[in-house]
């Protein structure tokens, strides 16, 4: 039991980096310098990653709920 507790820790971990590094990857395709103001290249930046991280953990949270309620569903029959 306890080590159910560590894997799903570890696949929690996993998935939340993967989804940050494909956030930050698909970000990488929005010019958003025309929204900013000119010569701010450290804010924007860390804009880049603040965005990756929060669409990255949005994302993340829908798949390990998805894959919770996956495991849970042959619950329904017992």
């Known amino acids: 039991m306890i080590s159910s507790f560590g894997f799903d820790s570890l696949i929690s971990i996993m998935a939340n980096l993967f989804f940050i590094a494909i956030s930050w990857w698909a ?3 929005i010019k958003l310098d025309r929204f900013l103001k000119p010569n701010r290249v450290m804010q924007s ?3 880049y990653i603040l965005l990756s991280i ?3 953990s949005i994302i993340s949270d829908f798949f390990l709920n998805y894959l919770l309620w996956s495991r849970q569903l042959p619950y ?3």
């Open 27 to 29: 970000l990488q395709a």
């Open 45 to 47: 930046r860390a804009l």
């Open 54 to 56: 929060a669409l990255g």
């Open 76 to 78: 329904i029959f017992k």
